[in-house]
């Protein structure tokens, strides 16, 4: 169902998602009741931008309501074009769908705007946005993993569940959706770009490889969604778990590394000092 259907504001404010998919046998009544908590926190939020409440979103996971944001891009000619046989415009065959369906997987990502920021000029990292994130609130905190830790757990409860994108087809007239993400994966291992086009301009987001995304046609079986559960979800997220160190085994401690280039690192206090620093990318190797 999407939003624009249920919404009550008159189109003042921006949605704060795209639509909700829901279990077929769901009860009339508790669908109703999700979508007055939709439109009384967006009614009664401030500002252009309609926010709904953590509370709402966990009402609506409970009852198996997942809501979802959908980005829309162009493929562009010729560069996205070039991994099939040059029958763009023509009929075009099955084996050159998937070469185009794969290079989009390969090439693209999934994205989302961070919840307490979404223009920076100065933020190109999730270090950076780490850093914005404790200046605004004026905090420094000493355990630096349990902080990250925290605005893990802040970004994954204010997110919606599931996130997709569409690729228009211009030369063919058609749209390709290669999958979709539940909202987990991006804290997991998460990752903070600019997305380079004038229209993005300072804009900042989390983003996920779309390799690593799941085919739109399994979402009615997929056990992310039928088994969902936040508290599960928790301890998948960045930081949740202390990893442990590659050489020796033992438990690494992260530390906040500051010069030129301003970073996170993992430190083992009992290797020696060639063995001392990991870098994250090092353990974290998906999506970083």
Avoid at 177 to 188: A, Q
Avoid at 229 to 244: D, G, H, K, M, V
Wanted: proline share 4%.
């Amino acid at each position: 169902m999407a939003y624009d259907k249920i919404r009550r504001d008159n189109f003042n404010k921006h949605a704060p998602f795209d639509g909700i998919i829901y279990r077929k046998d769901i009860s009339a009544n508790i669908l109703q009741s999700a979508i007055d908590k939709v439109n009384n926190d967006v009614i009664n939020s401030g500002g252009n931008t309609g926010i709904i409440t953590v509370d709402t979103r966990k009402y609506m996971e409970r009852n198996s309501i997942y809501t979802i944001e959908i980005k829309s891009s162009l493929l562009r000619y010729p560069r996205d074009y070039r991994c099939i046989n040059g029958d763009v415009e023509v009929t075009r065959s099955n084996d050159n769908y998937i070469r185009l369906c794969e290079y989009v997987k390969n090439y693209y990502d999934y994205f989302v705007y961070p919840h307490f920021c979404r223009d920076n000029q100065n933020i190109t990292s999730f270090y950076d946005y780490t850093r914005y994130v404790r200046d605004i609130n004026n905090i420094n905190p000493l355990n630096k993993q349990a902080f990250v830790y925290s605005l893990m757990k802040q970004e994954f409860d204010n997110a919606c569940d599931i996130y997709t994108r569409v690729f228009f087809d211009l030369r063919r007239n058609e749209i390709l959706v290669p999958g979709y993400i539940v909202k987990t994966r991006f804290f997991e291992e998460p990752r903070i770009r600019k997305m380079p086009s004038p229209k993005s301009k300072n804009a900042i987001y989390y983003m996920y490889h779309m390799q690593y995304g799941k085919s739109i046609l399994k979402i009615d079986h997929d056990e992310d969604l039928l088994s969902w559960n936040r508290f599960t979800a928790y301890p998948q997220l960045f930081c949740a778990n202390i990893p442990n160190c590659p050489y020796c085994g033992k438990r690494l401690r992260m530390v906040e590394a500051k010069g030129r280039n301003n970073k996170f690192l993992y430190v083992c206090d009992w290797c020696p000092k060639e063995y001392k620093w990991t870098e994250i990318t090092d353990i974290y190797r998906t999506n970083r």
